[in-house]
């Protein structure tokens, strides 16, 4: 049922952190937001306004309008970035906000670019946010990692920083994997990975399937990677970073490819 409330009646809230002339431009826009859309009594809605890439995240950013007659304290919200209908990633992101009722906030979002973008190639992108009333039914757990890598530099340092920031969040009872790093060391072809286990016991992986393709997703390497005879032990709720070294006589050669670009699929 569509709400029967007069056009501008919602309001956006004023952020103090925000300039005025900033908060002006905002409050313009949400304005022309409400005329365009009609928005249904008692719910929340979340209103995307633009995707653009920055050097390296893509921005989002929207609204979220409280329909009803209750204050809401909006904590988590799901969000997934789609590229020509196929889901690329999927997290909760930590939004940490009250609206009070009838009124609206803006937000913008920082998700991580794992993706090869052209400038003009957010038009292919789609931004999903999901019901939050779902979280509720997946518990997602908080994983402690406590041995990181060795990396050398300031910069290595930064990426491994960010790239802890922007892991998707894990729901219990999952074994993830995500590749913080990949490229051509003097042994061979190395995957540096992060594993986490979310369920209640200790997981101990002795072998890992997997594929390598180059840009154009041309495998250049697919099998079984063996790990030594003890295996690889995850503890419950901990993470564990691996490395993986893959001589380059098992890669079909392709001269032309930066290896560090590689694209590397555990399945």
């Not at 913080?180 to 890992?208: D, M, P, T």
């Amino acid at each position: 049922m569509e709400t029967d409330k007069e056009k501008g009646e919602i309001k956006l809230v004023k952020e103090l952190h925000r300039s005025d002339f900033h908060n002006t431009l905002l409050n313009s826009e949400y304005i022309n937001l409400v005329k365009e859309n009609d928005f249904i009594d008692e719910h929340l809605h979340i209103n995307l306004v633009y995707v653009s890439k920055r050097e390296e995240d893509l921005e989002v950013g929207a609204y979220i309008t409280n329909n009803s007659n209750k204050d809401v304290q909006l904590k988590n919200m799901p969000i997934c970035l789609y590229k020509d209908n196929s889901k690329v990633f999927e997290t909760i992101y930590s939004i940490n906000k009250s609206i009070p009722s009838e009124k609206a906030v803006f937000i913008e979002i920082g998700i991580p670019l794992i993706l090869s973008l052209e400038d003009k190639a957010c038009d292919n992108l789609y931004i999903s946010f999901g019901d939050g009333r779902t979280i509720a039914k997946y518990p997602y757990v908080n994983i402690d990692i406590n041995e990181l890598p060795k990396i050398n530099g300031y910069k290595s340092h930064r990426e491994m920083k960010k790239f802890l920031k922007l892991l998707p969040t894990i729901k219990k009872d999952q074994l993830t994997i995500d590749v913080f790093k990949v490229g051509q060391v003097e042994e061979g072809f190395c995957i540096i990975a992060l594993f986490r286990n979310s369920s209640s016991k200790a997981i101990n992986i002795k072998s890992i399937p997997l594929t390598v393709l180059v840009s154009e997703n041309l495998p250049v390497y697919k099998g079984v990677y063996n790990i030594n005879d003890d295996g690889l032990i995850i503890e419950s709720n901990k993470g564990k970073f691996y490395s993986i070294i893959i001589p380059l006589e098992s890669f079909i050669q392709i001269d032309y490819e930066d290896m560090s670009k590689y694209i590397v699929k555990f399945e």
